[in-house]
């Protein structure tokens, strides 16, 4: 069994549903002892800009600013794409505690490094 989870999100609060399961999917491999790392592409950058998940939350109830809160707090790696956040004029300075920019080739070389990878 792969110890290493690779989630890779690409909706964010366009899709309140997905973006928060991508979280919780982290959240939940973080607790299995799994090497987690949150890759987020596209719209899914704007979950990792400071203040814009604090009211978003799944139908199910789960609330994405508490799970994301975990995850921090687990030092669980939240890499936001690169050019997808300087294409919405995101820095690093505008990430939460513990994000920061990755590369399409980090995304690569983790999801072949033996991990078990999940695409929302």
Known sequence: MAENVVISVSCGTDNPNRAT???????????AGKNVTLF???EAV???KKGLIEHLKAATGD????LMTHLQG????ILACTPCCKSRQISEDDL???ARFGTAM????????DAAVISL
């Open 21 to 31: 399961r991508a979280i919780h999917l982290a959240t939940i491999a973080q607790k």
């Open 40 to 42: 987020l592409l596209d």
């Open 46 to 48: 704007y979950l990792a």
């Open 63 to 66: 609330v994405a600013d508490d």
């Open 74 to 77: 687990h030092g669980v790696d």
């Open 96 to 98: 939460i505690e513990g």
């Open 106 to 113: 980090e995304l690569i070389e983790r999801s072949c490094d």
